[in-house]
């Protein structure tokens, strides 16, 4: 792994725990994500940093083993480009099931 890739796994991490952090001094419902625009607009902001990283990552290096790097990746250009197709329910379910298993996935990698 290059010192690059090692920096971008550290961006992922954050935008990460970032995320995590939100949900510190709230409960983390569907309902408290659904009705506070800040909160859904940080979020988005912070899944498109993970997306940016990981495709920066895979245009370094396309063997580079990321379980959904493509998903990661199609994520963060919905994101940006169909901003108006992005349903809560969606980022919803990629906040509660997704991003555990990614954040579980990029400690293992910054830890090699």
Known sequence: ?????????????LAIDEIDS????????YENYR??????RAIERN???IGE?????MKDNPEF???NAK???GLRN??????????????????????PKLKSEVNSLINK
Not at 78 to 99: A, F, K, M, R
């Open 47 to 49: 899944l498109e940093i």
């Open 22 to 29: 939100y949900f510190e001094t709230e409960a983390k419902t």
């Open 1 to 13: 792994m290059t010192e690059r890739q090692l920096k971008l796994l550290y961006d992922v991490k």
């Open 35 to 40: 009705n506070n625009s800040i909160l859904k």
């Open 65 to 67: 083993k990321i379980e």
């Open 53 to 57: 990283a990981v495709n920066r990552i």
């Open 71 to 73: 998903r990661i990746i």
């Open 78 to 99: 919905q994101i940006i480009h169909g901003y108006d197709s992005v349903s809560d329910e969606n980022i919803w379910g990629i906040i509660t099931l997704y991003l």
